[in-house]
């Protein structure tokens, strides 16, 4: 009920709504002074509370009969009052409030709201595999909890019952539409409009926006383009025509594409990536590799040091440090991992 009284005077009592529910509290006011006024003496309306309580209870129909005026005056007073105007402003509320709902749900619909939500992940564009994506992100439980917010120039939100889908209506390539979808609030950034020129003003566009910690992934359609999305100033990630599952697997890992396109199964593993959070003393790459296999049946094929060198398929006794990251394949994201002691 307090959030149900909250929203309202936040979003919908504005305007008209404002001055209808004062004007409602005038006449519940008014009608009680005057009640209390007119009525005889010995007479349970000359208490204000019960007077109060009266007009409530007739001006919103409910007449529970427990209480009445007894005076002519008093009930001329519940006619024009209470009865005649209170059921006029209650039904001309409750009609504003519905349609306020009505309008509210069609600018959503629309794409006609801002999106004022924070930590989101931004699609920014739309193509024939946007909703596969939108499915893969859902899967994924790194983002279970994270709201995605659609942006594109299209005349309706296109999934209007998946949970957490937002849609914003726009060019995707303009500053004035990305602030639109709160983009500097924005955990991640997904580039794909299906067009590498459109994707190339939305990334520079993006980059000045977003804030630090903000990772982009954007796709390039041709590999003619690279170069071009190469030569960007900005912490991103460039990924090649791919399917929406390894768009995901790449944005949340940084997988190198043509890697992952070799070592995907028929058991539908896939490579994920982590990190070795606490320093193990002696800790070699094939005693982390045994109990990884041994322990969670991971297959460890790669690490990357501190110092961002990449090794693919390390002897045995190369040591593993605090920081180091840890390519691997496995059937689901490796979440809580207990590293040998």
């Given at each position: ?85 209170g059921i006029g ?23 006609e709201k801002r ?8 699609i920014v564009g ?216």
């Open positions: 009920m307090i959030y149900f009284i909250k929203y309202m005077i936040r979003v919908k009592l504005k305007s008209k709504g404002i001055y209808l529910v004062f004007a409602y509290m005038i006449l519940l006011l008014v009608s009680s002074l005057l009640i209390k006024l007119v009525e005889p003496a010995d007479s349970a309306l000359t208490h204000f509370d019960q007077a109060l309580w009266w007009s409530v209870v007739t001006s919103t129909t409910v007449g529970y009969g427990d209480l009445f005026p007894v005076s002519n005056p008093g009930r001329i007073v519940a006619v024009i009052l209470p009865m005649f105007m402003l209650g039904a001309a509320f409750i009609t504003h409030f519905a349609s306020s709902l009505i309008e509210r749900r069609d600018k959503k619909m629309h794409g999106y004022k939500g924070t930590d989101h992940i931004l739309f193509t024939t595999e946007t909703e596969q994506l939108v499915e893969e992100i859902r899967k994924d439980e790194t983002y279970a909890d994270q709201d995605i917010v659609l942006l594109d120039d299209m005349p309706r939100h296109p999934f209007p019952d998946m949970d957490r889908v937002c849609f914003v209506k726009g060019s995707p390539d303009t500053l004035n539409t990305l602030n639109k979808a709160n983009v500097k609030q924005a955990a991640r950034i997904i580039i794909h409009t299906g067009n590498d020129e459109k994707n190339l003003f939305a990334l520079i566009n993006a980059l000045k926006l977003k804030h630090q910690a903000c990772e982009i992934t954007v796709r390039c359609i041709s590999t003619q383009s690279l170069d071009t999305f190469s030569s960007v100033q900005g912490d991103f990630q460039i990924i090649v025509q791919m399917t929406a599952e390894m768009m995901v697997q790449a944005m949340q890992d940084k997988v190198h594409i043509p890697l992952q396109i070799l070592l995907k199964n028929d058991a539908q593993e896939e490579i994920y990536y982590v990190t070795v959070s606490k320093t193990i003393p002696n800790l070699t790459w094939w005693v982390l590799h045994d109990y990884l296999k041994d322990k969670y049946n991971y297959l460890t094929f790669a690490m990357q040091t501190t110092d961002n060198r990449v090794m693919v398929n390390p002897s045995k006794e190369k040591s593993i440090s605090k920081g180091d990251g840890i390519w691997l394949m496995a059937q689901k994201r490796p979440l809580n991992i207990t590293w040998p002691s």
